[in-house]
């Protein structure tokens, strides 16, 4: 087991108790008699304290380790004697009786902060890491909520989530096709869809008068304010239905994501 515990989950409640943590290191403090390491994953992070007078070797050894090295540590939860008001887990820390590394780093090109010091490109450059920091992932994990929700609201009203195919034939539309060369078929080539709607008609008269697709978009035009070559759209259709029905179908969709509280932020 790699971990008993994820970095976000202690509080005074786990006090005493034994645990194991795994995660990236955040950074790392010598303060001569102790070492203070803190540990990141996804769920938050734990402060980790090595004491000298206690095992002086396992101190020397938390003071090699760099920034975003990979590690997994054993230890006991004990209460801080300084509280992070502003840290979920700053009731508590780690004691560290082992301490393995499951991987080394080289020194990021940019912190792996909140507020990083790393430019555009910088980050771009090494997606890998910028996608490691919280606000990024916080939209990662927006995302997917936004998306949950969405489809446990339209399935509560009879709507089917389809799939339709992104190899298609070239149709006539607003933008020019992304086109795909097909290799059983020397000169002939796919189109990548301008929407899902291609299909819409097809599923309608099929009698699937209610389906719905959160599916990528492709147009090879222009970039704009809100859109970009490959995008995600929620497209719904419906069948033997007013205007009214529309409205109230969407406006309660609307309503449900505002008032979900995980979604709401």
């Not at 008993?4 to 943590?21: N, Y």
């Not at 402060?47 to 990979?70: P, S, W």
């Amino acid at each position: 087991m790699y971990r008993t515990h994820d970095c976000g989950q202690l509080r005074i409640s786990d006090v005493e108790s034994q645990v194991t943590l795994s995660g990236w290191v955040q950074k790392a403090r010598d303060l001569g008699g102790m070492t203070f390491l803190d540990l990141r994953d996804r769920y938050g992070i734990t402060q980790v304290v090595f004491n000298m007078d206690e095992n002086a070797e396992l101190c020397q050894e938390a003071r090699k380790l760099g920034r975003e090295f990979v590690v997994q540590i054993t230890g006991t939860v004990r209460e801080r004697s300084s509280k992070n008001p502003n840290r979920a887990t700053g009731d508590i820390e780690v004691e560290a009786a082992t301490l393995k590394v499951l991987n080394v780093s080289a020194t990021p090109p940019f912190t792996i902060e909140d507020n990083t010091d790393g430019g555009d490109d910088l980050r771009m450059k090494y997606r890998y890491l910028d996608l490691r920091r919280t606000p990024v992932q916080n939209n990662i994990i927006f995302r997917s909520k936004l998306a949950l929700e969405s489809r446990k609201y339209l399935d509560s009203q009879g709507f089917v989530e389809v799939e339709t195919p992104f190899l298609i034939k070239s149709t006539p539309e607003g933008a020019r096709d992304f086109v795909v060369p097909s290799r059983m078929n020397p000169g002939e080539f796919y189109a990548l869809p301008q929407s899902p709607q291609t299909f819409k008609q097809i599923l309608m008269v099929a009698g699937l008068d209610k389906y719905f697709q959160i599916v990528k978009c492709f147009r090879d035009e222009d970039l704009r304010a809100d859109r970009q070559p490959e995008f995600t759209q929620i497209d719904c259709e419906m069948s033997f239905v007013h205007i009214e029905d529309i409205l109230n179908v969407f406006e309660g969709l609307a309503k449900h994501l505002l008032n979900t509280p995980s979604t709401s932020t």
